[in-house]
């Protein structure tokens, strides 16, 4: 055992509930930091919606759950496991789905917590509000947080930490679709974030603005009951539906041509349609409103910079880190592996390049992402990358990367998804599927 350092952990999610297990196992003495009243992160399901549908007032109260009702995760049980703590069915248990609803997946997520321990290490209902360096000799953070007295009453409190790490997820600050007449189109407009069941859509025309997963979701599920759906898409479909219209996107960044006051939406492809409803199923930001990092950690265009392989900024580091940044990483063993490396690096057990060489690293991923044309919100996707990610991850603690890695990513999932049609996860053999990965050569 190396160094133990008292640690603050920012969020009770699947992250943070991995940090702390990894960083309790290297002997630090943890504080977990969480809004809710139960752990979960966004599998905690919260019927309530944001009082801005939008979610551009920014003194609403943020709901952190973007979860609807009906949802079923997109991966299965496989994928959601653990290196030593699989997602298993369990016998009488009420959902014995290989893709299980979210009331699965929060029980698993509850019994983790449970069977390590994390639970008396977490303090709930406790709102972070501030985290900063306050001496940068002896690396001390202060994490301010706050607590509800009453509906209109705060109780704060300030605690010193000697690293902080930040596990609040990116699927809670909606990001919204820019185009001419959004703030005076007289309709209803949402974010998907807010969207919780089809009621109050019956017999409306719908807009959604998306073809990502909660798009096509929503979309299923709306569709019986709209008297429309007209959805803005980018490319080709990759599903035939019976009810939508679909009207590509010439120009992404603007998502459709104009919304007009007397209610009628225009679409790059010429259609007008008289519209009830616009729901933006367009992703989520970056968000960090309580770290105060004197401008060295920044959030540019969904670039979270600069951050050494998505975890460490290099002129803080150790001290401040993030896990579960990337997007195109749902697979859980990204995460876990995040977890692990930081608790490993604060023990001393692993050590770090040198800032200089921290910087540069970043610097060079920034420098193939522009020569490769890719936008700065592209800086944390693994969708190409995940298993050389997770390889790296891995040779860091020297763990050998399980052979079926390579294989079993989103982007695969994805693929295999669309190959067995919208009704995938019930048609779709898994445990075949995985045999067979695991008896190649």
Not at 314 to 324: N, Q, T
Request: aromatic share 10%; with cysteine; glycine share 6%.
């Amino acid at each position: 055992m190396g160094e133990s350092y008292k640690v603050a952990v920012i969020g009770a999610g699947i992250a943070g509930l991995l940090t702390a297990r990894e960083l309790q196992r290297e002997g630090h003495h943890v504080t977990v930091f969480e809004k809710a009243s139960k752990v979960g992160g966004i599998w905690l399901y919260d019927p309530r919606v944001e009082t801005d549908p939008l979610g551009l007032d920014p003194n609403r109260e943020i709901v952190h759950s973007s979860l609807y009702k009906s949802l079923r995760a997109n991966l299965p049980r496989q994928a959601m496991s653990f290196l030593d703590y699989p997602f298993l069915k369990k016998e009488g248990g009420d959902d014995q789905r290989t893709f299980p609803g979210h009331e699965e997946v929060l029980r698993f997520i509850e019994g983790f917590a449970r069977d390590f321990g994390l639970m008396e290490l977490i303090q709930f209902g406790h709102q972070v509000i501030r985290v900063e360096l306050v001496d940068e000799v002896t690396h001390e953070w202060v994490v301010e947080s706050r607590t509800r007295e009453t509906e209109s009453t705060w109780e704060s409190k300030e605690e010193l930490f000697k690293a902080v790490v930040i596990c609040t997820g990116n699927q809670t600050e909606p990001n919204i679709a820019e185009f001419p007449g959004r703030d005076t189109w007289p309709g209803l407009q949402m974010h998907s974030h807010n969207y919780r069941t089809p009621e109050g859509l019956e017999n409306k025309i719908v807009v959604l603005i998306g073809n990502g997963p909660s798009a096509h979701e929503i979309l299923k599920e709306i569709s019986p009951l709209a008297k429309q759906v007209h959805q803005a898409i980018r490319g080709p479909s990759v599903e035939n539906y019976d009810s939508p219209w679909q009207h590509p996107m010439t120009d992404y960044f603007r998502k459709i041509e104009c919304a007009r006051n007397d209610g009628k939406v225009v679409f790059q492809d010429g259609a007008i349609v008289e519209a009830d409803v616009i729901v933006h199923c367009t992703g989520y930001k970056y968000h960090y409103p309580f770290l105060k990092s004197n401008g060295i950690v920044t959030v540019d265009n969904n670039r979270i910079g600069p951050v050494y392989k998505h975890v460490f900024p290099p002129s803080l580091a150790p001290w401040l880190s993030f896990v579960g940044l990337n997007t195109w990483s749902v697979i859980f063993r990204v995460m876990e592996l995040q977890a692990r490396w930081v608790a490993k690096v604060l023990s001393g057990m692993v050590e770090l390049p040198s800032q200089e060489a921290m910087a540069s690293s970043v610097e060079e991923l920034y420098s193939e992402m522009e020569k490769k044309g890719l936008p700065k919100n592209h800086t944390h996707s693994l969708k190409n990358d995940e298993f050389e990610y997770v390889s790296w991850l891995a040779a860091q603690l020297n763990i050998k990367p399980l052979k079926r890695w390579k294989e079993v990513t989103v982007v695969s999932f994805i693929e295999w998804a669309v190959q067995h049609g919208e009704n995938f996860r019930d048609t779709w053999d898994i445990d075949k599927w995985m045999q067979e990965i695991d008896s190649s050569d």
